[in-house]
């Protein structure tokens, strides 16, 4: 009887011994216990930039996102290792895995359990794809999975060639999931060299131009909170100015102050602005202590793996982009005509934001940025 009792309670998946630490676990068979704790943030959507990580799988070797620039890349995240429910899900998908290889899609799980505990599940299970050990949470949290238990919810990312989330799966259903989610990237049929949609042509990642609608993006900031630049018009906006900057290009630093005296002065006229840094060597703890230092007074995002500026075809610090209250791009270039302060003769990016406020054309629409080119991750 006693045997019995336990072999029933394993099965269940209600608790679990990993790296010899006893942690509780929820099965999709046991119910979830009344909590007045705060929820977990909500996944990120599609079209944000999705975040960077390195992680090590279940023989210690690390992955990063950026190894895998270029290509499909699909993330499930689920609660926890050798559970009922995330056994059934991982032996779906190693079934599955020729058929991820053949539409060129590199496959992960993620939980926040150690290294260990993914070497026990795989050896198990005989599980034919990395898991990912997300031991400190940091990137179930980035994603927006970290639930209030500690665990990761079981969402699935598709994340494109280019970097961003094309795809998100928040109903998992762990019977069907591997053939969901090959159906899934058939729809999408994205294309592992350009990152567009092989049938339309067109994808988040499509490049932006003068006088054409802008796709809403999402970054986080130095404090890894994840910001969405759209809603174009929202709260009274009828202007976002988009600034590349950088830490260490003395030509950017030299616009600090000019750049913090924009934001300052067209703030009352209903102008937001932000700052975006794309250098893959310029951490978010040195932006965010440069802003301080500089008193920029603007957010300033981190754009990983420079897929913004990719997007932008952003090329240097600073770099100027202008976009109304319909979401379309109305200018590009420089913010000024020089350098140094004193010597300036045209103020380009002041005279095209007070035409955009007028509801006029901006009279020069492109112009020549210059300054410290961006350094980015593949080149």
């Known amino acids: 009887m006693k045997r019995n009792f336990s072999l029933g309670m394993a099965a269940l998946g209600v608790c679990a011994l990993v790296g010899g630490v006893a942690w509780q676990a929820q099965s999709e068979d046991v119910p979830k216990p009344q909590t007045t704790a705060k929820t977990a943030a909500a996944p990120l959507t599609v079209g944000a930039v999705a975040p960077a990580f390195s992680l090590r799988d279940q023989d210690n070797k690390a992955h990063s996102l950026a190894d895998y620039k270029g290509k499909t890349v699909v993330l499930t995240f689920y609660p926890a290792d050798m559970t009922a429910g995330c056994t059934l899900e991982a032996r779906g998908l190693t079934q599955a895995l020729p058929e991820f290889q053949k539409r060129n899609a590199q496959l992960f799980g993620v939980s926040v359990q150690d290294v260990a505990s993914k070497k026990m599940f795989c050896d198990k299970e005989g599980i034919g794809y990395s898991l990912l050990a997300d031991a400190e949470k940091s990137t179930s949290k980035s994603y927006g999975v970290l639930n209030n238990r500690g665990l990761a919810n ?29 159906k899934r ?18 994808h988040a990642n499509q490049k ?23 809603n174009w018009n929202a709260n009274g906006t009828k202007a976002t100015v988009l600034l590349w900057v950088s830490v260490q290009c003395p030509v950017s630093n030299a616009y600090n102050t000019r750049m913090a005296q924009i934001a300052n002065e067209y703030k009352a006229k209903g102008v937001r602005v932000f700052g975006i840094n794309s250098n893959k060597a310029e951490a978010p703890a040195q ?16 754009d990983t793996n420079n897929v913004i500026a990719d ?23 420089r913010i000024d005509d020089s350098q140094n302060a004193a010597d300036i003769k045209s103020r380009d990016l002041n005279v095209a934001l007070e035409a955009v406020l007028a509801g006029q054309d901006v009279p020069n ?3 020549r940025a210059f300054g410290c080119s961006i350094k980015r991750v593949d080149g």
Do not use: M, W
């Not at 079981?154 to 090959?182: K, M, Q, W």
């Not at 932006?287 to 981190?302: C, D, M, R, S, W």
């Not at 090329?315 to 982009?321: C, L």
């Open 185 to 202: 990237l058939d729809t999408l049929k994205l294309n592992a060299d350009t990152g567009t949609n092989a049938d339309t042509g067109t």
């Open 287 to 302: 932006i965010a202590q440069h802003a301080t230092e500089h008193n920029l007074g603007f957010p300033i995002l981190k």
């Open 154 to 182: 079981r969402v699935t990312f598709i994340v494109a060639p280019d970097g961003t989330i094309a795809d998100v799966d928040t109903s998992v259903n762990v019977n069907t999931h591997a053939a969901d989610i090959l």
């Open 311 to 333: 997007r932008f075809t952003a090329q240097v610090t600073p770099e100027a982009y202008i976009i109304d209250d319909k979401g379309v791009l109305r200018y590009h270039g």
């Open 208 to 230: 932006v131009a003068v006088d054409a609608p802008v796709t809403p993006f999402t970054l986080a900031d130095a404090k890894g909170e994840n910001t969405t630049v759209g």
């Open 365 to 367: 629409k492109k112009t």
